[in-house]
Structures are given as structure tokens and as C-alpha cells.
């Protein structure tokens, strides 16, 4: 089983938009790996690592549940992972080993860009339609605006148009999307980018020394980009 295997297990996005730059970043530190489109797990052909290919929004519990070693993921989907474990009982914690220079964006809200807006209190009794719900309600708790909201896991920009929601909590990073679809973004409630993390359950010897050797590549590769 996957728990007590003496390879170390680190998950990645198997596609999507950090599922590159992970790999890439994974081999640049010199793992070497042979993917196959369709299996979840590839082993490393110069290491005891393997690679577990899943959706990105599974990869924080994986980590807080010690199912594998380290994670790559958004910041984002990290933070409302958590929120969501600790409301719910569930155990949250992980190590943040290295904050990764890919996968920037912003979790934004927009509305449709005929909806005057002066503020914040324009939010109060809209309905915000996000995949998010958990960071939106902890940022409308913190700024004090009861608004509501709606889960939708995919096409969060047409809801306005569509008839489901007045505004929208979604990630952006050019905002081309958000212009594509009539909506301005008005508040920024989270900065994200891709982060490094480990389970907090002790890890063999063997495992740490391996993750020991990683960190000081990661480094010495995002210096080499700054
Ligand atoms: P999966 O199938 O793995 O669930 P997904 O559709 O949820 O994929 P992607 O759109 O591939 O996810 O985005 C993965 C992560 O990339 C986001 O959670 C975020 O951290 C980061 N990201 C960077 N820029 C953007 C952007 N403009 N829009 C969406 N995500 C972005
Ligand atoms: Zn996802």
C-alpha cells in the first residue's frame, strides 16, 4: 500500500495548468520520469520517488492525511482544502517546505461591468456564485457583508449571464476571461501560487534524506530563473 511504501510519493496535478511547470521543476532538481498519459502512479528511474497524477483539488488531503509524502499545489486550493477539513473535523495540517515560483493568480471577485460598484458594502444580499465557498466566506465574515453564495465547480464566469448569480469569486490571472465574459473584477480576497508541501506524520530516514538532497535544488533553480 501506497502509506508504507518505502518510495517517497509526491503528488502532482496530472492536467491542468500546474501540471508542467511541476514535473518540469521535479526533473530540473534531476528526477528523471517516464509518464503514461493514463496511469496515476510513475515511478523515478534514478530515484526511490514516485509520482501520484491526480486532480489538484485532491492534493492537500492526500498530504494531510499522510496518503503521500509531499504535494505540489495552488495556494488556493491548499487554503480551501483546509478550511473546509477544519470545519468539518477533519485533519489539516501539512508542512509548507517551499513557496514555488508558477501557478500566480488571484481569486477575485467580478461582476457584470454594467453593475455600479463603489464598494464592498454593493456586495451585501448578492448572490456570488464561486468554487470557492469556503476562502468567500471567510473573507465576507472578515469584511463583515452577509452575501450568498453559489457552488459551481466549472463555467463560475457565465453564471451571471446565465441567470444564476449576480457576481462571481474565480481565479484570474490576465483577466481575459473576466473581459471575455462583460464581468470587472472589483475585490481580490486571495494571492496564490504554487506551494511545496509535506505530510507532519514522521517520515523514514531514507524519505528525508531525500527530500534533504530536494530543497536545496528547488532553490538553486528558482534562483537561476529570478
Ligand atoms: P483539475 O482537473 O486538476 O481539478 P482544475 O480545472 O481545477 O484542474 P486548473 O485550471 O488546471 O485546475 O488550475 C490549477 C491551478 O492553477 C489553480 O488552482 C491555480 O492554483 C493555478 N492557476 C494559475 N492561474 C490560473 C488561472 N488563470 N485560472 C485558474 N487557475 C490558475
Ligand atoms: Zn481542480
Same mark, same amino acid.
Given at each position: 500500500?501506497?502509506?508504507?511504501?518505502?518510495?517517497?510519493?509526491?503528488?502532482?496535478?496530472?492536467?491542468?495548468?500546474?501540471?508542467?511547470?511541476?514535473?518540469?521543476?521535479?526533473?530540473?532538481?534531476?528526477?528523471?520520469?517516464?509518464?503514461?498519459?493514463?496511469?496515476?502512479?510513475?515511478?523515478?528511474? @534514478?530515484?526511490?520517488?514516485?509520482?501520484?497524477?491526480?486532480?489538484?483539488?485532491?492534493?492537500?488531503?492526500?498530504?494531510?492525511?499522510?496518503?503521500?509524502?509531499?504535494?505540489?499545489?495552488?495556494?488556493?486550493?491548499?487554503?480551501?482544502?483546509?478550511?473546509?477539513?477544519?470545519?468539518?473535523?477533519?485533519?489539516?495540517?501539512?508542512?509548507?517546505?517551499?513557496?514555488?515560483?508558477?501557478?500566480?493568480?488571484?481569486?477575485?471577485?467580478?461582476?457584470?461591468?454594467?453593475?455600479?460598484?463603489?464598494?464592498?458594502?454593493?456586495?451585501?444580499?448578492?448572490?456570488?456564485?464561486?468554487?470557492?465557498?469556503?476562502?468567500?466566506? @471567510?473573507?465576507?465574515?472578515?469584511?463583515?457583508?452577509?452575501? @450568498?453564495?453559489?457552488?459551481?465547480?466549472?463555467?463560475?464566469?457565465?453564471?451571471?449571464?446565465?441567470?444564476?448569480?449576480?457576481?462571481?469569486?474565480?481565479?484570474?490571472?490576465?483577466?481575459?476571461?473576466?473581459?471575455?465574459?462583460?464581468?470587472?473584477?472589483?475585490?481580490?480576497?486571495?494571492?496564490?501560487?504554487?506551494?511545496?508541501?509535506?505530510?507532519?506524520?514522521?517520515?523514514?530516514?531514507?524519505?528525508?534524506?531525500?527530500?534533504?538532497?530536494?530543497?536545496?535544488?528547488?532553490?538553486?533553480?528558482?534562483?537561476?530563473?529570478?
Amino acid at each position: 500500500v501506497q502509506q508504507n511504501s518505502s518510495r517517497l510519493t509526491i503528488a502532482i496535478q496530472k492536467s491542468g495548468r500546474l501540471s508542467q511547470a511541476s514535473l518540469a521543476l521535479l526533473e530540473a532538481c534531476g528526477f528523471r520520469f517516464s509518464l503514461h498519459e493514463a496511469k496515476l502512479l510513475a515511478h523515478c528511474q @534514478n530515484q526511490p520517488v514516485d509520482l501520484l497524477r491526480v486532480r489538484d483539488d485532491d492534493i492537500p488531503g492526500l498530504v494531510m492525511d499522510g496518503v503521500v509524502d509531499l504535494g505540489l499545489v495552488g495556494e488556493n486550493v491548499l487554503e480551501e482544502v483546509r478550511l473546509k477539513r477544519l470545519a468539518t473535523q477533519l485533519e489539516a495540517k501539512f508542512k509548507l517546505l517551499r513557496s514555488l515560483d508558477y501557478g500566480q493568480c488571484r481569486l477575485a471577485i467580478a461582476l457584470p461591468k454594467e453593475v455600479p460598484y463603489q464598494g464592498i458594502q454593493d456586495l451585501v444580499g448578492k448572490r456570488i456564485a464561486t468554487t470557492y465557498p469556503y476562502l468567500l466566506q @471567510n473573507y465576507l465574515q472578515r469584511v463583515g457583508v452577509a452575501a @450568498n453564495t453559489a457552488v459551481l465547480t466549472g463555467s463560475v464566469e457565465v453564471a451571471p449571464r446565465a441567470g444564476l448569480a449576480d457576481a462571481i469569486c474565480d481565479l484570474v490571472s490576465t483577466g481575459a476571461t473576466l473581459e471575455a465574459n462583460g464581468l470587472v473584477e472589483r475585490e481580490v480576497i486571495f494571492r496564490s501560487q504554487a506551494q511545496l508541501i509535506q505530510r507532519t506524520t514522521p517520515l523514514s530516514s531514507a524519505k528525508q534524506s531525500i527530500i534533504d538532497q530536494l530543497l536545496p535544488r528547488i532553490d538553486g533553480v528558482q534562483q537561476a530563473r529570478e
